[in-house]
């Protein structure tokens, strides 16, 4: 499994995840869809480490 494809399935997860616990508000789904987007096409370079930090700090809050 490519790491692009493992990302596009944790962010269609937490934004499963956040749609259920009603915090999509604080989401803006149209970024998510535009980063989702841009991995895809191999556009986007990716930091792991800080992209784990920015989940993990959201589910904290």
């Known amino acids: 499994m490519s790491k ?3 990302l596009i399935k944790n962010l269609n997860y937490y934004k499963t995840l956040f749609d259920k ?8 789904l149209k970024k998510v869809n535009r980063i989702r987007k841009a991995i895809a096409a191999g556009q986007y370079q990716i930091d792991y480490e800080k992209l784990a930090d920015k989940i993990f700090s959201k ?3």
Do not use: G, T, Y
């Open 59 to 61: 589910l904290k809050d």
């Open 4 to 6: 692009k494809f493992k």
């Open 21 to 28: 616990e009603k915090k999509a508000s604080q989401i803006d």
